[in-house]
């Protein structure tokens, strides 16, 4: 099969990444970081360093959320909305346009399939934008009927919650990083972002881009660095009134006690140990992929992965089965590759951790049914690559089955001819609620266990999961707020109640 790029195109990416150190993009200029200190960038597929980002720190951040506080007050604050969504949409376009330079980026620095990142995450971040663009035009607030006696009245203003500070992870950079600024710019905010360490560089080249489509200078600042130092600044800065977090639930937590300075507004979308639950009468032809999709894809680098599968115990062997061959044929390698369906984890960190899993599971007294460590051979040796991974004989309270892995690891359990309480229990016996998958041809079942599941995401055959439309986000200590849909892009508003006495 022939490379889906040009193989021009990705040398002139490597020999610009290779020759200077990317830098911050702050009011509209591409800096260095005050202190002059860059930091290394990775390709998962080869473990060689590619690349240099600044790494900025609390002095930048702190210039950057001056530049924006600066195009809040002034230029794209005093922008009409029909204004903001045509320069969005400019924006979309000119990512389509960058398509194949984004998706190659993105492939060398996170390891993400090519075909993934061009195909489903170029599209998806331009879509964002389109569809955020459209609620920019219809925020707004209500008139009112009094409750109080008297002549009256009363309306709302709902109104940009001012700069915000967002830090995104690493295992969908781009999209994240894009799915973040849509709502925030719909609002009118102005907006200081830190991309993970791991995968600072398609946002880069967003700030080019931001540059090309004529924002004001200010309206988006990127800051490349690390989580205790850039991403530490944006929390405490008192010049931020929101921070917007994708991650792990334990810096969410340290969000939430470090915000409290100025008691800025926190949304948090944390991790997920999400349930499949796969009924006898499920459509097997479609749930047996489906699952597998959903634990395999992006080598399970998912907050919304379907980590935890309870299968009927009629079709358990045939699902299992399924899976597990499923998970033999999965074309590993780097993302590069044409043929390749799953790359590697994003890190030596994230290798040893997805590894150590599978051991404790072993010693927790699961069984590898399929996978189960490192790939090794040609073209594995020096990357890291893990093995999609089925562990069986899973019970409760093992921490394979309670914690979040964060790699291409199912563990699999049954369940009998139980009520639908029941299910929902062992569903929902998890600290997480953020996705839920169910596969059944019986509404009664998919609706009534839909109910009792509590998670902010249910699929149901196979439904889409990530829609910018479909409001997104976590029950429990899967997080605060909802991302997308109208909620999303009202979560970056303010509402101001005002009366008028007209007597
Ligand atoms: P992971 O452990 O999978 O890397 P994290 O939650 O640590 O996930 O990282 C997600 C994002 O949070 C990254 O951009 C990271 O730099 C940032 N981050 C990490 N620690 C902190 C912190 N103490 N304060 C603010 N941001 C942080
Ligand atoms: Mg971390």
């Known amino acids: 099969m022939n490379a889906p790029f040009a193989a021009t195109t990705l ?65 794209w604050g005093k922008m009409t909305p029909a204004q903001r969504a045509r320069l969005m949409i400019k924006l979309a376009d000119l990512i389509e346009r960058d398509g194949d330079i984004i998706a190659l980026t993105e492939s060398l620095d996170n390891g993400m399939p090519y075909m993934m990142a061009r195909m489903g995450m170029i599209p998806g971040a331009a879509e964002q ?23 009256w009245q009363t309306l709302t203003f709902r109104e940009a919650i001012g700069v ?22 719909a609002a009118g905010c102005t907006v200081v972002l830190k991309p993970a360490e791991q995968t600072p560089l398609s946002a880069v080249h967003l700030g080019k881009l931001i540059a ?4 004001p200078d200010g309206t988006v600042n990127f800051v490349t660095g690390f989580g205790e130092t850039a991403g530490a600044a944006i929390v405490d800065h008192p010049g931020i009134d929101k921070v917007t977090f994708t991650g792990s639930t334990e810096v969410g937590k340290l969000i939430v ?28 032809e479609k749930a047996i992929p489906g699952a597998a999709a959903s634990i395999f894809g992006n080598a399970g680098q998912v907050c919304a992965a379907g980590s935890r599968l309870f299968v009927h115990e009629k079709v358990y062997d045939q699902v299992v089965e399924g899976i597990q061959n499923r998970a033999r044929t999965i074309k590993v390698g780097s993302g590069l590759l044409p043929t390749t369906e799953m790359g590697p984890v994003v890190s030596a960190e994230q290798l040893e951790r997805v590894l150590g899993y599978i051991e404790t599971g072993a010693g927790e007294g699961a069984t590898v049914g ?57 569903a929902n016996a998890t600290q997480y609620g953020l996705s839920s998958n169910i596969w ?22 196979g439904g889409p999961g990530l829609d910018p439309a479909l409001p997104f986000g976590g029950f429990k200590q899967s997080g605060w ?8 892009a009202e979560s970056y508003t303010e509402l101001k109640s005002v009366t008028i006495a007209l007597a």
């Open 11 to 75: 040398e002139k990416i490597r020999a610009e990444l290779a020759a200077k150190p990317t830098e911050l993009f702050i009011d509209g200029k591409f800096v260095p970081a005050l202190s002059g200190k860059t930091f290394d960038v990775e390709d998962p597929s080869t473990a060689q360093i590619f690349a240099h980002s600044a790494a900025g720190d609390a002095a930048d951040i702190d210039l950057a959320v001056k530049a924006a506080r600066r195009a809040f007050e002034g230029p």
């Open 212 to 215: 090309e489509a004529g924002f």
């Open 370 to 426: 399929v996978g189960g460590g490192r790939l090794e051979g040609e073209g594995y040796n020096s990357g890291y690559f893990v093995k999609p991974t089925v562990l069986t004989g899973t019970v409760s309270g093992m921490r394979v089955v309670e914690e979040e892995i964060f790699g291409p690891v199912l563990c699999a359990m049954r369940f009998g001819d139980d009520d639908l309480d029941t299910i929902g229990a062992k």
């Open 164 to 185: 915000v500070g967002a830090i995104v992870p690493w295992n969908v950079p781009f999209m994240m990083t894009v799915a973040k600024l849509a709502p925030i710019l």
């Open 440 to 461: 059944t041809r019986d509404l009664v079942n998919a609706l009534g266990l839909a109910k009792r599941i509590k998670a902010g995401l249910v699929r149901i055959n």
């Open 129 to 151: 934008l389109r569809y955020n663009a459209g609620w920019a035009t219809k925020l707004h607030g209500e008139t009112i009927t009094p409750s109080w006696p008297g002549e």
């Open 257 to 284: 006690r470090n915000s409290t300075g100025n008691l800025k507004r926190v949304s948090l979308e944390l991790g997920g140990k999400s349930p499949c639950v796969i009924f006898a009468d499920a459509d097997l």
């Open 481 to 488: 707020g909802r991302e997308n849909g109208k909620s999303g």
